[in-house]
């Protein structure tokens, strides 16, 4: 039996607080707590930061990420019924965790942290895809944040670490890897979640770099990779025919054949041409 904090077991929780699972909020509870205690171990060392947990339901991540020693959470959940469980958990961590009632797409939990910090969540996959772009794309680099640890379905996780050749390499590829150190940290089958999803799961642990791979200017790159992913099985000097005017040149300065196709071209050649289009 798990024991990592004396609150009562997630089973119970549920059953107390009648937090059946809603398919419109993508909820598929982790129950185990030695197996959320694990996931929040892949963060890293969470002593000295701050975490930032978006949808954390009935809380077993949120006890995971606290009993790993987290020195605070700020946990944002949009169920209202889940609010009352997860302050049953600020009790048992006296100011260690601030509960936010909201949507993680439309408010703004940064002034409740305190550098460094460190981001953890097991989303409904859609509303993790969204953020997960949104933090890998801020006006600034390096961002708030120093690390990302995210269950996704497993297919979305393997687009984040994909290398060129392969079908699941493209936009989320890039962007994650450009700035990113990405890898997939554990594989979760269905049985792990209650009630369990159709498809497996994965977490994936992405490290800010303190600088990009590869220079280039962010717009110019996510235009360049945004036009040549959208027809990825057209030459690139056809679906970047639209980029600029004298793209063969560009794609030449840069050392890619014309002839070549998204799925082909490695991180770093693609920033090359985000320089030299920017360039001209
Ligand atoms: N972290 C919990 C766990 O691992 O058992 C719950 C995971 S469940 C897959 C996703 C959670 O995200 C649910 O609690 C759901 O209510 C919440 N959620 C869904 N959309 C959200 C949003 N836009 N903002 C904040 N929370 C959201």
Redesign the pocket.
Known sequence: MSAIDTLPPLRDVIATYQLSARKS??????LDLNL?AKIARQAGDLAECDVLE?????G??TRGLLAEGARKVVA????TR?IPALNEIAEAYPGRLKVING???EIDPLAHLRPPVRIAA???YN?GTELLVRWLTPPKWPPFWQSLTLMFQREVADRIVAQPGSKAYGRLAILSQWRTDARIAMSLPPSAFTPPPKVSSAVVHLQALPEPRFPSDAATLSRVVAAAFNQRRKMLRASLKGVAPDIEDRLIAAGIKPTDRAEQIPLESFCALAREIRKS
Request: proline share 12%.
């Open positions: 909020l993508g909820q598929n509870f982790l959320t978006i949808g954390p339901g009935p077993g991540l944002v959940e949009k169920d889940c949507d993680a797409l097991n989303l409904p509303v």
